[in-house]
Nanobody, 124 residues
């Protein structure tokens, strides 16, 4: 079982940047697909970005394209989310997730391992 630990959240002003990290526990199987989700107060959790780890192919929800970048460091078993030009609507709890084997689709159902979340707050 993969254990995921997020870090890097915080409070920034609009236009600022943050880099989130998601570290997998040692001696774990590195999944073929990793993703970041977010959940704002009163809203459903939504997929933000995902990466196919064997190929580094990435996908983004339209609202973050051009501003966020997902990447990985296989040696460190860590996935990153670089967030630039942050907006107040990016305020949410951000979660790292590992996909079920054989899947890399944007729905929550396809991810079976989750971190505890890290809060991102963007003020206007």
């Amino acid at each position: 079982q993969v254990q995921l630990v997020e870090s890097g959240g915080g409070s920034v002003e609009a236009g600022g940047s943050l880099r989130l990290s998601c570290a997998a526990s040692e001696n774990t199987y590195w999944r073929d697909c990793m993703a970041w989700f977010r959940q704002a107060p009163g809203k459903e959790r939504e997929w933000v970005a995902r990466i196919l780890t064997p190929s580094d192919v990435t996908y983004y929800v339209d609202s973050v394209k051009g501003r966020f970048t997902i990447s990985q460091d296989y040696g460190k078993k860590t996935v990153y989310l670089e967030m630039n030009t942050l907006k107040p609507e990016d305020t949410a709890m951000y979660y790292c997730a590992a996909a079920r084997r054989g899947y890399c689709l944007p729905g929550e159902y396809y991810f079976d391992t989750w971190g505890q979340g890290t809060q991102v707050t963007v003020s206007s």
